[in-house]
């Protein structure tokens, strides 16, 4: 093939020749003239209407399409701001809830601590429990008092100790004015027998160091009662009544017992045999002579409350009476083993004679003749009015009174809560708080009546259960209080 005809074959593929071309070309132009003239008679004629009208209502359509993107971009502009504050309130409550769990966390760390504290000092309590123990079995006494064992009948519980094995007490010294404070428990028949005692003291996980029992004038000294308590390391504490052990508290009338009787000496063979048995034990005791005597509901007491005579006794009688009782142990070496404890009753509900000022401190025998001022005081129905449950409505005008006779340590001798009418728990949480308050530094403990007692009160007769264990919330109210670091108590672990 000739490489000279190629070009001419390629430049116009659609003409055979260049007249052709040009004529095609003029044609093309006659055509799109015609297309455009018939386009613009149908767009201006009378027919060409629809034509319009569609392309009207076309470009009207995008009106509507138009507001509806501008509602949607509204809408969507306020989801977003929605999604932005609630994110924002997400991450306020995820910071919230973070520091929540740090603070859990820090509480839960706290309370380890203590309990870990708790246990340790538990720990401490029960090594120095072993180690007394040991050093009481082994003979030695310090400073103490020492008696040979001997424990007496109607054991029961823990009997505490081997019988052949040396009995010791702290020093008197240091029995009067303790280190820490004394809690004390009153059962049916402890301390001669501990079932009750141990079983209570199981509960509240505490032992007391301090137990309390009552004895009469027509008993003679009963040695194993302090022999036993020393044995399991308490403080005997007698309440010693000039009546017989089995009178009954619905009667004043004792008159062999009148306080005149005892004054003029009809009790002296007695009074010095029961003190020459107190030396002979070598032991320590608290003995709380004639209690409550500023009541009306002893025969010890002085008068009615309407100046009427009780038991054939006259005023200042009392006094007497305590003193000839004091002289007598002091002739017999007694008082150097005798923790001497003077407790009235509460003031709240005495007649009004005796609640008169100067009243309370003519029974007073005088710092010579008292170791410890004490108070018997009950949380007990029927309630008055201004009754607010509390150690304060209980204990502080009876405190007051205490504090302007005497500077003496104070020991709450006889103490219990009923539990009617629901305000048990309440009270001995009040209690124990106060107890950590500084202007009750100077009480070195308690006592509580640890039984349930029918008993006529203001001649309405009730039982009341004045037990520490008597409902659960009693029972947790008394442990926490108790167990408080503040409160200062001499804390052994129950067995």
């Known amino acids: 093939m000739s490489d000279q005809t190629a070009p001419a074959r390629a430049a116009a593929w659609w003409s055979q020749s260049k007249s052709r071309s040009q004529a095609t070309a003029v044609a093309a132009l006659v055509l799109t003239a015609v297309l455009v003239g018939i386009s613009a008679y149908v767009w201006v004629s009378p027919t060409g209407a629809p034509l319009r009208k569609v392309v009207d209502q076309a470009a009207t359509a995008v009106t509507p399409f138009a507001a509806q993107n501008a509602e949607l971009k509204r809408n969507l502009d306020k989801a977003t701001e929605t999604i932005a504050s609630q994110k924002g309130k997400l991450t306020a409550l995820q910071k919230a809830t973070l520091a929540a769990q740090a603070a859990a966390a820090k509480q ?3 309370a380890q601590q203590k309990a870990a504290a708790a246990e340790s000092q538990l720990a401490s309590v029960k090594a120095q429990l072993s180690a007394a123990q040991a050093k009481g079995t082994s003979g030695s ?6 008696a040979s064992g001997h424990s007496g009948s109607g054991s029961s519980g823990s009997s505490g100790g081997d019988a052949a094995a040396p009995i010791t007490a702290p020093a008197r010294a240091d029995l009067v004015n303790p280190a820490k404070r004394y809690y004390g428990m009153y059962t049916e028949q402890a301390p001669f027998n501990w079932a009750t005692f141990d079983a209570t003291s199981s509960k509240v996980g505490v032992s007391p160091n301090m137990v309390g029992y009552f004895s009469g004038w027509d008993e003679t000294f009963r040695a194993n009662a302090v022999t036993r308590s020393w044995q399991q390391g308490r403080m005997p504490m007698m309440t010693w009544e000039s009546r017989p052990i089995d009178a009954g508290n619905d009667t004043v009338n004792a008159p062999a017992y009148s306080l005149p009787n005892i004054i003029r000496g009809d009790f002296d063979s007695y009074l010095h045999q029961y003190a020459k048995d107190i030396v002979a034990t070598g032991l320590p005791l608290a003995i709380r002579l004639d209690h409550e005597m500023n009541g009306i509901w002893y025969p010890w007491a002085e008068t009615d409350g309407q100046g009427n005579s009780i038991n054939g006794n006259s005023a200042g009688d009392y006094v007497k009476m305590w003193r000839h009782v004091h002289d007598v142990f002091q002739q017999e070496g007694a008082n150097n083993l005798v923790v001497w404890v003077w407790a009235p009753n509460i003031v709240n509900n005495l007649p009004a004679a005796h609640k008169a000022p100067g009243y309370l401190q003519s029974l007073y025998p005088g710092d010579a003749y008292v170791d410890w001022v004490g108070l018997s005081g009950y949380l007990r129905p029927p309630y ?10 209980t204990f502080k005008t009876s405190l007051n009174e205490l504090r302007s006779i005497t500077s003496k340590p104070i020991i709450l001798a006889e103490v219990g809560a009923s539990e009617t009418e629901g305000h048990k728990a309440a009270w001995i949480t009040s209690f124990f708080q106060a107890l950590a308050k500084p ?8 006592s509580w009546f640890n039984l349930a007692v029918t008993s006529y009160v203001e001649g309405v007769r009730a039982t009341n259960d004045w037990r520490i264990d008597s409902r659960a919330d009693s029972l947790s109210a008394f442990i926490t209080g108790l167990t408080r670091p503040e409160d200062d108590f001499a804390l052994t672990p129950a067995p």
């Open 108 to 110: 839960l760390a706290t």
């Open 141 to 146: 006494t310090a400073s103490g008092s020492t």
């Open 384 to 393: 008055k009015p201004d009754n607010d449950f509390s150690f304060d409505y």
């Open 439 to 446: 202007e009750n530094d100077d009480i070195i403990g308690f």
